[in-house]
């Protein structure tokens, strides 16, 4: 299973978001640290679990969990426990720390190079993120973390990749006026970017610009994105920029509470504008107003 067909799979399932977390390789596949996964391995509440055994017959484990399949590709543990979880463009995932805990436990010759991958991964998170203006040299890097968004998530619209060419032709246009910034992890790569853009062409509507944030998959939930948001506004501030304006799709539930919890309104929704992967979506306009 690649990450559109975990997609596919939940969206069958119609599983309450917050009453389950995507855990073991389904979690590696959606932070994009895997290419794919044989099965889907599921943690939910008990709240979910006497909902599912409503619907399928219940295995119950040795230690007591009870353990669901709902389809031949889907396992569900009913073992959630309190804690943080992840939204990966709407999904619930489990942090990757909580990832590489369930690896280390079952320590089987297969998880053994996951091990590895997640120990560097969380290695990277860690390391001091420093921001600066977008250069040459962090192009290729940006493209690569904004490609992946395109090709596997309905985050952004478009739907195909653009080249590094493409991709440094936009910011050649948007830096003549706005801000642009990337976040690097401790080796130097860049792991995100943020940057403000024209909101409407319109001379009057100089005072408003549109937002943007992309963080790599595997740096998703480690503060990267906060970082950036919180320079880019104070950028645009010091432009005179004086209302933000994000469209986001509204399955989108990390954005949706990133932008809430960052001062933004959501003042209204088209229906089913857009159509990705065979989705037809909405779009939230949120807005921040600095005064």
Not at 15 to 33: K, P, Q, S
Not at 102 to 123: M, P, T
Request: proline share 4%; net charge negative.
């Amino acid at each position: 299973m690649k990450a559109e067909d975990i997609r596919q799979r939940l969206g069958e399932l119609a599983l309450d978001e917050n009453e389950y977390r995507i855990n073991a390789g389904g979690a590696m596949v959606l932070y994009g640290l895997r290419e794919e996964t044989h099965d889907l391995d599921v943690w939910c509440t008990k709240k979910l679990g006497d909902a599912l055994a409503q619907r399928c017959e219940a295995q119950t484990l040795p230690d007591g969990t009870r353990r669901f399949v709902p389809a031949p590709d889907v396992e569900i543990y009913e073992n959630m426990l309190p804690g943080k979880t992840v939204f990966l463009d709407g999904i619930p995932v489990a942090p990757l720390e909580d990832v590489l805990a369930l690896k280390r436990a079952l320590n089987r010759e297969k998880d053994q190079r996951d091990i590895a991958v997640l120990e560097a991964a969380l290695a990277a998170r860690r390391t001091e993120v420093a921001l600066s203006p977008i250069a040459p040299e962090d192009i290729a890097a940006c493209t690569e973390i904004y490609n992946y968004y395109i090709e596997n998530t309905c985050v952004t619209l478009e739907e195909e990749p653009v080249t590094p060419e493409e991709f440094a032709a936009r910011v050649a246009r948007i830096t003549k006026d706005y801000p642009y910034i990337v976040a690097h992890n401790g080796a130097g790569r860049p792991i995100g970017y943020a940057y403000l853009d024209v909101f409407n062409s319109r001379s009057a509507c100089r005072c408003t610009a549109d937002l943007s944030i992309y963080v790599d998959r595997a740096c998703c939930g480690a503060g990267a994105g906060q970082k950036l948001y919180t320079e880019v506004e104070r950028l645009g501030r010091e432009r005179g920029i004086e209302n933000i304006i994000s469209i986001i799709t509204s399955d989108n539930k990390g954005s949706l509470r990133f932008h809430r919890k960052n001062g933004f309104a959501e003042i209204g929704v088209m229906r089913s504008v857009a159509c990705k992967f065979g989705r037809y979506l909405d779009v939230s306009f949120f807005q921040k107003h600095l005064g």
